[in-house]
């Protein structure tokens, strides 16, 4: 089952003739993900390392029935080639691009209301069931099929975790990095309802980040929806104050958008916390063992 | 990326936002011809830092006549100007804005920010003008009244109305706040700001509205389509190893402690910083050298790390997805050869060809401590630094 992407899936990558955009292709189609075409405009009727390229994502979904899609392209563009996704009624877009500007990606959450798509990201490593199908650029092999949830704000640190994880023979159900940016197309919330209702998975580790809500508005949907248990790290506690953000952004909350802060909530909601994150593993363990 | 007042306030005129006659002065001399230019007989010199709370710093003062502009001038210009928000070593001031004086009524707050948790614009006003905003968010927040702003409409007279009337503002008053406003968002959206915030938004006893100080910040992902914001960047307002650290790729923000950090991914990096305080450690610099790095990017991190002199030990914390560990391993022991790095190494390498990468930092003659894990790491750097094995 797992959540998202499985071996039913068919990717289509935007932006797939370009260095990126090829190589993260092949890896994903190497993981056994099945790859059915690319989209990159005045290349349309070319055939890219087997793979048949299209100029438009309407045509290749028309084509090639695609139900989602992988996009590679650069930041000044990347809005559009979500926007191209959202028209050609893609149910999955996953966007790797890292660096679109918070206007653009206000204009794309307008765009995904109401739609047919589900967005993942922009900036994040992408989805994973393992064993089934790889959608993003993360490495596979760290990987191992199993009843654990990921969800992540951050690539490299999803990457330590599932690691741990690994090591201790627990396997991943569906890992997903829903991207660091503020402005994203699928938050904690939607995949926790998505993990709550998967029989696959049995437990789900929330990695935040500080700065947003995103981990508070969770917590308290955890403690009001989910019956399995959950295990979160924040990253930033050390992070010097206010070097990243403006300070006028907390005030939209009228909260305190600090790591403590964030930790605090969870543990008052019934989260399993992780003060270091070298102690996932073993805190998805204990849990498990309940 | 931040700009001074002066030039958020030219960019205010661009799309009709009132704003006081002014100009900016980099000596004395050049502050009283700007005054001389204005005309009247009352005028502001304000220092042109990239800091809040320049007033209670000394870093505003009134003038009365000219004489008084040059000398307030000489005091400002060059003065080592502290406030809140510059830490205790302060900003140099290098210019001064000299503004027309003006007959305030009442001063007020108008601010736009993005609201992370709905992805909308969110514009607030407060009758609460002058005061720190977040003071008064904390305390009494009913004092703020805020309109969420849908991508598709924009910004409508309804949303004017509704500012406008929660500040207590009628007749001709009103409809030229709702003018500032409108002009306000425009600015916002079409030049790619992440904050615009104007305290105090004032009205004048001749019932105008204006904006008396200014503050905007730009999304730096949207830079590269707009040129005329980048050309207003002053590096002298910037850290001159945050911005050599962006040449290559790497993000580097200096910290007080003393373990230099590099790590590949923001999150991990960050990570990295918080298990070492929890080992009791104290982090010199967050360092994220990003997806791609190249034995040049990992050689200049050293370079970066090593510049700050409190740096005792240096822990490499590298997760090779796509990156792979020999490639990484090559780098690490590079650098540290042609830079002879004098400080106590400690490595952690985890991922794709990761033994390979072990072999290459056993084999490479130098004094690093390899670990095994994120806690073994953390726990081996924070050992090192206080000279310890």
């Given at each position: 089952m797992a959540i998202l992407i499985n071996r039913n899936t068919r990717l289509i990558t935007i932006g797939i003739t370009g260095k990126q955009g090829t190589f993260h292709t092949l890896q994903s189609r190497d993981y056994g993900t099945n790859v059915v075409g690319g989209v990159t405009p005045g290349k349309g009727g070319t055939v890219h390392e087997g793979i048949p390229v299209f100029d438009t994502t309407y045509e290749a979904v028309l084509e090639t029935k695609a139900n989602a899609a992988m996009i590679f392209v650069p930041p000044p563009a990347a809005a559009?080639?979500?926007?191209?996704?959202?028209?050609?009624?893609?149910?999955?877009?996953?966007?790797?691009?890292?660096?679109?500007?918070?206007?653009?990606m206000i204009k794309v959450k307008a765009a995904l209301k109401g739609s047919k798509s589900r967005l993942i990201g922009p900036n994040c490593p992408g989805v994973i069931t393992p064993g089934e199908c790889k959608i993003g650029i993360m490495p596979g092999h760290i990987h191992m099929p199993g009843n654990v949830g990921v969800i992540s704000r951050s690539g490299t640190l999803t990457y330590e975790a599932v690691y741990q994880l690994t090591q201790r023979e627990i396997g991943q159900s569906t890992c997903?990095?829903?991207?660091?940016?503020?402005?994203?197309?699928?938050?904690?919330?939607?995949?926790?309802?998505?993990?709550?209702?998967?029989?696959?998975?049995?437990?789900?580790?929330?990695?935040?980040?500080?700065?947003?809500?995103?981990?508070?508005?969770?917590?308290?949907?955890?403690?009001?929806?989910?019956?399995?248990?959950?295990?979160?790290?924040?990253?930033?506690?050390?992070?010097?104050?206010?070097?990243?953000?403006?300070?006028?952004?907390?005030?939209i909350s009228g909260e305190d958008d600090s790591a403590e802060a964030k930790f605090k909530i969870l543990q008052e909601c019934g989260i399993t916390i992780a003060r270091s994150p070298a102690e996932l593993g073993q805190k998805i363990a204990e849990v498990l063992k309940k | 990326m931040n700009v001074h007042e002066y030039q958020a306030k030219d960019l205010m005129r661009e799309f009709n936002i009132a704003v006081l006659k002014g100009g900016v002065a980099n000596t004395p001399a050049e502050a009283v011809e700007v005054a001389k230019k204005l005309g009247g007989n009352i005028w502001v010199v304000k220092a042109q830092i990239h800091a809040g709370g320049r007033g209670k710093g000394g870093g505003v003062k009134l003038a009365r006549s000219l004489d008084e502009v040059e000398k307030l001038s000489k005091e400002i210009l060059g003065m080592q100007l502290v406030t809140h928000q510059t830490g205790p070593e302060g900003k140099?001031?290098?210019?001064?804005?000299?503004?027309?004086?003006?007959?305030?009524?009442?001063?007020?707050?108008?601010?736009?920010?993005?609201?992370?948790?709905?992805?909308?614009?969110?514009?607030?006003?407060?009758?609460?003008?002058?005061?720190?905003?977040?003071?008064?968010?904390?305390?009494?927040?009913?004092k703020i009244v805020k309109c969420h702003i849908d991508a598709a409409t924009g910004f409508t007279a309804a949303h004017g109305r509704k500012l406008g009337y929660a500040l207590g503002l009628k007749g001709d008053t009103l409809k030229k706040a709702m003018a500032f406003f409108d002009g306000l968002y425009k600015l916002y959206v079409s030049k790619d700001c992440s904050i615009a915030e104007i305290n105090p938004l004032v009205t004048t006893k001749q019932?105008?509205?204006?904006?008396?100080?200014?503050?905007?910040?730009?999304?730096?992902?949207?830079?590269?389509?707009?040129?005329?914001?980048?050309?207003?960047?002053?590096?002298?307002?910037?850290?001159?190893?945050?911005?050599?650290?962006?040449?290559?790729?790497?993000?580097?923000?200096?910290?007080?402690?003393?373990?230099?950090?590099?790590?590949?991914?923001?999150?991990?990096?960050?990570?990295?910083?918080?298990?070492?305080k929890l080992h009791g450690g104290s982090p010199a610099n967050f360092l994220d050298v990003g997806g791609g790095a190249t034995k040049e990017t990992v050689q200049k991190a050293f370079t970066i790390i090593l510049q700050d002199t409190n740096v005792k030990a240096i822990l490499v914390n590298i997760f090779?997805?796509?990156?792979?560990?020999?490639?990484?391993?090559?780098?690490?022991?590079?650098?540290?050869?042609?830079?002879?790095?004098?400080?106590?190494?400690?490595?952690?390498?985890?991922?794709?060809?990761?033994?390979?990468?072990?072999?290459?930092?056993?084999?490479?003659?130098?004094?690093?401590?390899?670990a095994n894990d994120l806690a073994d790491a953390a726990k081996k750097a924070v050992e090192a630094a206080k000279g310890g094995k």
């Open positions: 559009d080639a979500i926007i191209e996704c959202i028209d050609a009624e893609l149910p999955l877009i996953i966007c790797i691009t890292e660096g679109i500007p918070v206007g653009d997903v990095g829903i991207g660091g940016d503020p402005v994203n197309g699928t938050n904690f919330i939607d995949c926790l309802e998505m993990f709550q209702k998967d029989p696959d998975t049995k437990a789900v580790i929330m990695i935040g980040e500080i700065g947003g809500t995103a981990e508070t508005d969770a917590a308290r949907w955890i403690k009001a929806n989910m019956t399995k248990p959950v295990v979160s790290f924040i990253a930033g506690a050390a992070a010097p104050k206010g070097k990243r953000m403006g300070h006028a952004g907390a005030i | 140099k001031v290098l210019k001064v804005l000299v503004e027309q004086g003006c007959d305030i009524d009442h001063e007020y707050y108008c601010g736009i920010v993005l609201d992370r948790s709905v992805g909308k614009i969110c514009m607030m006003v407060s009758t609460e003008g002058g005061m720190e905003i977040e003071k008064v968010a904390h305390e009494t927040p009913e019932g105008e509205v204006l904006a008396l100080d200014g503050k905007l910040n730009f999304d730096d992902n949207a830079l590269f389509r707009h040129p005329e914001i980048e050309a207003m960047r002053d590096i002298t307002e910037e850290s001159a190893q945050e911005l050599e650290a962006g040449k290559y790729g790497l993000s580097y923000i200096s910290l007080d402690g003393n373990i230099g950090c590099l790590v590949n991914g923001a999150g991990l990096a960050m990570a990295t910083l918080d298990i070492l090779g997805g796509i990156m792979k560990c020999d490639i990484i391993a090559n780098g690490v022991v590079d650098a540290a050869k042609e830079l002879g790095v004098k400080v106590p190494l400690v490595v952690r390498l985890e991922g794709t060809n990761v033994s390979l990468g072990k072999k290459i930092l056993a084999e490479s003659g130098l004094k690093i401590t390899p």
